[in-house]
């Protein structure tokens, strides 16, 4: 890639020109034959003229310029420009933490001024295009001049001053024009190879392969043209970029202890071996407190997929605050640019009739899929509640054998709906249990899959773009002048989806509690308030959930929660977990090392859905007249006047995957008095947010004279 990674990767660029046909169209005029030069109009005016004698300032870059510049595609011009600052075009894709721009990766946009994708128009042919279906972080829009073939371009005019006069709001920061070679005669094939020097042996390429046929009638009247263009791109891992060196480090999580809740006040037993002395007493050398730090005890032991063993200190660790949590190494499946692979398509007729008038009709298609290289890790991004199991908390004879931490605990409130409150026999394989190597404590973490990580589940993205134009323009006489006219409509689309792993949140949180899998039936009930039953002695004694009901089921904002109430009853009055059709999740590596309690991978499956995270179209339809001509003679020369209506019709639309809409849409808010439930809420079944994704279908009309 031509300097995309500067430093010591030096980028290497091959271009190949393939074949190359023209068919010469013009006789070739003596020296002593007048040179006519064609008026046309010029971006940043409806008025005839050229270039130089532009209202604005206009820079033009032509097929000539393009071509020295060994540019492969669009963007290899647009950021060469001295005004273009801030775009948005190779985002990053990281393992697991895709690049906040994930949705751009393979498209690029021009940002004059770097005002924002907002703020710049960019045209084909003069005509508005659909923005791109992606958006950036802050929900920029812009139009993907990738999708443009750059064999069928034949240049690119920049009015580098604000055009919002004369185009609207969206061009405060000036205009982009991309016009199209619709007069090209011949046949031209194109290929170009730009790859990294340094990639270790690997074939790291951006690969473009173009071609364009062009036909045009005896008289010159018609022209027909057709064009292809091919692009590949080669995933580039992190390793090849400049900064990376010594001390670049890419951690992922494989085990974590999540929040314990050990208080010995509430009768907890937490496992001695959950206590990880060894970084205490590091923490408190480096001058820290000697807070306790907890970590999985698989950690010791465990290895990475390639037998590296875990790390438990990162490089940027603060001194004297590390912490228990055990991670691996996961550099490999980090990248700077994902694998991408696009196909556009461009044609255009035109023919002009005996009185001069001009008809033209310019089409594109661009499909496009990028690749986000994934290392096969998935998590929910919130916390899930793992209940202890029965008999974790302690009792305390001073209260009547009762233990504050007890309402905790795996079928605890059984005999509120009729059933018998279980026992650690009844329930023997609940992962949380110190028997079998759990913290023996309730607590809350993430929910994990794919650990060791090996590569896989990469994440898709598929981007589209269409548009069509035809217009129809002469002159006509009108009074003792001639006047122009310009005629046009065109219309454009684009769409974007993106698929990933996403956990569904109702699945993942009975799962975690031992009622999960496809043919569980939870034998107690989803409705009740276990935060409502009163301590010993008649509340004399507080219950567990006095002190966490509050941060445990609380909504964070609208839409997202801690966990779900219904989920939570569940496991507290059901006494059929782990048992049956029903299966524990297991969050700890006692799952990964091979001592019998690996989650299964129905169970896993069962949790996890591939989900559209982004699913939007964009369409444009625009109709334009414009007249223009000579007004009258003055002193500095002829006056010219142009005169234009536009009407703009925009629709854009999304398409929310069921995990967020509907999601669970009536989930208990709030219980009454009487002990039922008095108010429901819509809570997101994505644990990855609330207001992700959104189902909508706008338009809005758009009239301009």
């Not at 071996?273 to 005890?297: A, F, K, S, Y």
């Not at 043919?519 to 308030?529: A, E, I, K, L």
């Amino acid at each position: 890639m031509r300097r995309s990674f500067p430093g010591k990767h030096k980028a290497l660029t091959l271009a190949i020109m393939l074949a190359a046909t023209s068919l010469p169209v013009a006789a070739q005029q003596s020296d002593d034959d007048e040179t006519d030069i064609e008026e046309v109009v010029v971006t940043g005016s409806f008025i005839r003229g050229t270039p130089l004698d532009a209202p604005s300032p206009v820079q033009v870059i032509d097929r000539d310029s393009i071509e020295a510049q060994g540019a492969a595609i669009i963007w290899d011009v647009i950021k060469n420009l001295e005004i273009n600052s801030g775009s948005i075009t190779n985002a990053m894709v990281a393992g697991e933490n895709p690049g906040e721009y994930s949705q751009v990766e393979g498209t690029a946009n021009v940002n004059l001024r770097n005002l924002g994708e907002n703020s710049t128009l960019t045209l084909i042919n003069g005509k508005r295009m659909a923005p791109a279906g992606s958006n950036t972080k802050v929900g920029g829009e812009f139009v993907d001049i990738n999708s443009i073939p750059l064999v069928m371009t034949e240049r690119i005019e920049v009015l580098t001053d604000g055009g919002s006069a004369l185009y609207g709001a969206d061009a405060v920061a000036g205009v982009i024009n991309i016009i199209m070679r619709t007069e090209f005669e011949g046949f031209e094939i194109s290929g170009d190879i730009q790859g990294l020097d340094q990639s270790g042996g690997r074939n790291l390429n951006d690969t473009t392969l173009g071609a364009i046929w062009g036909w045009s009638s005896d008289s010159g009247d018609t022209h027909f043209v057709l064009s292809a263009e091919h692009f590949e791109r080669d995933p580039v891992p992190i390793t090849m970029g400049n900064f990376y060196d010594e001390n670049s480090e890419f951690l992922g999580t494989v085990g974590s202890p999540g929040s314990l809740i050990s208080s010995p006040a509430f009768g907890a037993q937490l496992s001695p071996g959950w206590i990880n002395t060894d970084v205490m007493e590091q923490n408190v050398r480096e001058g820290g407190l000697g807070t306790t730090v907890h970590t999985d005890p698989g950690c010791y032991t465990f290895e990475t997929h390639d037998g590296s063993p875990m790390v438990f200190s990162s490089k940027r660790a603060t001194r004297g605050e590390r912490g228990g949590t055990c991670r691996e190494d996961t550099t490999e499946y980090m990248y700077i640019s994902g694998e991408a692979e696009r196909d556009s398509f461009a044609a255009s007729f035109s023919h002009t009739f005996e009185d001069g008038t001009e008809f033209s009709v310019f089409s594109h298609y661009s499909d496009m899929t990028t690749v986000r290289s994934d290392d096969g890790y998935n998590a929910t991004r919130g916390p899930t509640v793992f209940l202890a199991q029965p008999g974790a908390y302690a009792r305390n004879p001073y209260y009547g054998w009762n233990a504050i931490g007890q309402t905790l605990e795996l079928g605890w409130f059984a005999p509120y709906v009729g059933l018998t409150r279980p026992t650690a026999a009844d329930i023997p394989n609940a992962p949380v249990a110190g028997a079998n190597g759990g913290p023996n404590t309730a607590l809350w973490t993430s929910v994990r899959d794919g650990l060791p990580r090996k590569g896989g589940r990469n994440n898709e993205t598929w981007t589209n773009s269409s548009s069509i134009q035809a217009s129809l323009r002469g002159d006509f006489e009108f009074g003792d002048r001639t006047l122009n006219y310009d005629v046009s409509y065109s219309f454009s689309q684009s769409s974007l989806e993106a698929s990933y792993l996403s956990y569904a949140r109702d699945r993942a949180e009975m799962a975690a509690n031992g009622l999960g899998g496809p043919n569980c039936v939870p034998n107690g009930s989803g409705t009740f308030d276990f935060t409502a039953v009163p301590g010993p002695f008649g509340g004399a004694v507080p219950q567990a959930w006095d002190f966490y009901a509050p941060g445990l089921i609380q909504t964070f904002f609208p839409g997202y929660v801690f966990t779900t109430r219904e989920s939570m009853s569940f496991g507290l009055t059901s006494n059929n977990q782990g048992q049956g059709d029903c299966m524990f999740y297991n969050p700890f590596i006692s799952s990964l090392d091979g001592s019998g309690q690996a989650n299964s991978r129905e169970l896993m499956d069962w949790m996890n859905e591939r989900i559209n995270r982004t699913d939007k179209r964009n369409r444009l339809g625009v109709f334009d007249a414009v007249v223009s001509g000579e007004l009258m003679e003055m002193a500095g020369g002829t006056a010219q006047f142009a005169v234009g209506a536009q009407y703009r019709d925009r629709n854009t639309l999304s398409h929310a995957a069921d995990q967020n809409y509907p999601g669970l849409p009536s989930r208990i808010l709030s219980w009454g008095a009487d002990g039922e439930p008095d108010a429901y809420h819509y809570v997101s079944n994505n644990y990855e947010c609330a207001m992700c994704a959104f189902n909508y279908d706008h338009s809005r009309d758009t009239k301009a004279v």
